[in-house]
């Protein structure tokens, strides 16, 4: 193939040899011979010709540049296409900096919107995590591989969680109660104030550790739970039993009722003082 060189007249007057190094170009337009890229003042058509080992391609001015792909399918690395079924591999991300509260950074992420709640099946219906924000009743909806879920009604909260201060070491299932102000520690059925239980840790965390705890909903992790049995708050701190607990002064605290071997449905009740 030829090579064409390109010739600059220096100050001197004399023309010496383009360095590529150092020397820029800048052209109002160009046309390549059998249909090529072409370049003019309203952009770069590259007319139906593949693009081939570009990196780094920069608009320099994002509000009003943009590229238009109109047809055919787009196989680009960290580029989004409009209209197009956009997926991130696992080897890539969409990352989000910290923001401030003003307006030019609060609009930098929206979902779709749409007035009154989606009814419509996604093209792609089989994948779960769709969003659109239902404008004229202020409801979120996601996809979830078959319908769309309100995720503003009280049905698909399932679970009330909350967070507290841990008083001291305490391990997921254990039931606590109200220790101090915004702290909790085991509770057990040998004492008044230990007995009024507000419910189940998720996870195990040590002491002065921020914990959640689960006061509604289902807790899951148990092992060898009747099903259909109810429990109540054991003698032994932080554990539940099946047996009503006895002995002079204990209190009688409801947990649950077992849904599975596994599985408890939080449902928390005093019920009274041993005679």
């Known amino acids: 193939m030829a090579q064409v060189k390109l010739l600059k007249i220096g100050s001197t007057g004399l023309s010496t040899e383009f360095d590529s190094a150092s020397d820029e170009i ?3 337009s160009f046309s390549v011979q059998g249909g090529g890229p072409v370049l003019s003042s309203t952009g770069l058509d590259m007319n139906n010709q593949d693009i081939v080992d570009i990196q780094d391609l920069a608009f320099q001015s994002p509000s009003t540049a943009t590229i238009n792909f ?11 296409l409009k209209e ?13 900096p910290l923001v401030t509260d003003t307006a030019a950074q609060l609009d930098s992420f929206k979902i779709p919107h749409i007035a009154g709640a989606p009814s419509a099946t996604p093209s ?4 779960a995590g769709y969003l659109v924000y239902d404008s004229t009743n202020k409801s979120l909806y996601a996809w979830d591989g078959v319908a769309w879920d309100n995720l503003n009604t009280v049905s698909s909260a399932s679970n009330l969680d909350d967070t507290y201060i841990a008083d001291e070491d305490l391990d997921a299932r254990e039931v606590v109660y109200i220790s101090a102000a915004d702290n909790v520690a085991l509770a057990d059925a040998t004492d008044l104030t230990k007995s009024q239980a ?12 921020t914990v959640s705890i689960r006061k509604f909903g289902r807790m899951s992790g148990f092992s060898g739970l009747t099903p259909g049995a109810r429990y109540y708050l054991s003698a032994t701190a932080g554990a539940i039993t099946a047996t009503i607990p006895t002995g ?3 209190i009688i605290t409801q947990v649950g009722y077992a849904k599975s071997a596994t599985v408890l449905d939080i ?5 009274g003082r041993r005679a």
């Open 124 to 127: 792609f219906s089989s994948d």
């Open 70 to 80: 109109t047809a055919g399918s787009g196989t680009i690395d960290n580029l989004m």
């Open 84 to 96: 197009r079924n956009n997926v991130m591999t696992t080897a890539g991300a969409v990352l989000f």
């Open 267 to 271: 449902a928390i009740q005093s019920l």
């Open 248 to 250: 002079s002064g204990n």
């Open 26 to 28: 800048t052209l109002a």
């Open 198 to 209: 507000v419910g189940f840790v998720i996870s195990s965390v040590l002491d002065t550790a």
